[in-house]
């Protein structure tokens, strides 16, 4: 019996890595995107709303029935008046949630999103400002990230399948030689 040739396993093996890490980051960077999209597309929709809505210099009883409306969606929802005033849907959320980055975007009348971390939890925010105020909709990828990690690990035991199989193929090929 002729010995195993080894590099022709290390060849598959580099050959199958490669395709797996090429898949997830291709596969990551377009879920990313994806998600990213999804939450610009709903603050815009936001903010027409808003500017539909919002008349100019509106009081606190207006501000909280928008927040109302917005927070319906699968989103936080951040509104600063333009006296400074602050209204969250939920309990602890702050402006200090917001990257400094995005607010200055917001505050030139952009609508822009931004990436950050909020308690430890991976979120989207994007910002527009009607009328002098600030909406701001923070969107979980809490769970977008665990797939993502499902994913990688699934690639992973793709990849040590492949090897196994590589090595039986190989070593019952030799057997018979």
Do not use: C
Not at 47 to 52: C, K, R, S, V, Y
Not at 69 to 89: C, K, M, Q, Y
Not at 136 to 147: F, H, I, T
């Amino acid at each position: 019996m002729r010995r195993l040739p080894w590099w022709r396993v290390a060849i598959v093996g580099v050959i199958a890595a490669a395709l797996a890490t090429g898949a997830f980051l291709l596969l990551r960077q377009l879920r990313l995107d994806a998600s990213a999209d999804d939450a610009v597309e709903v603050g815009r929709e936001a903010i027409e709303t808003a500017g539909q809505n919002l008349p100019t210099g509106p009081g606190r009883r207006r501000l909280q029935k928008l927040l109302d409306e917005l927070a319906a969606s699968d989103h936080e929802v951040l509104i600063r008046s333009p006296r400074g005033d602050t209204f969250a849907s939920e309990l602890g959320l702050d402006l200090e949630d917001v990257p400094d980055d995005l607010e200055r975007l917001v505050r030139g009348r952009l609508l822009a999103f931004q990436r950050a971390t909020v308690d430890d939890e991976p979120v989207v925010v994007v910002g527009g400002r009607v009328r002098q105020t600030d909406i701001y909709l923070l969107r979980s990828e809490a769970d977008l990230r665990r797939g993502l990690v499902e994913m990688g690990v699934l690639l992973a035991a793709g990849w040590i399948v492949v090897m196994v199989v590589t090595v039986l193929v190989l070593m019952a090929f030799h057997a018979r030689i």
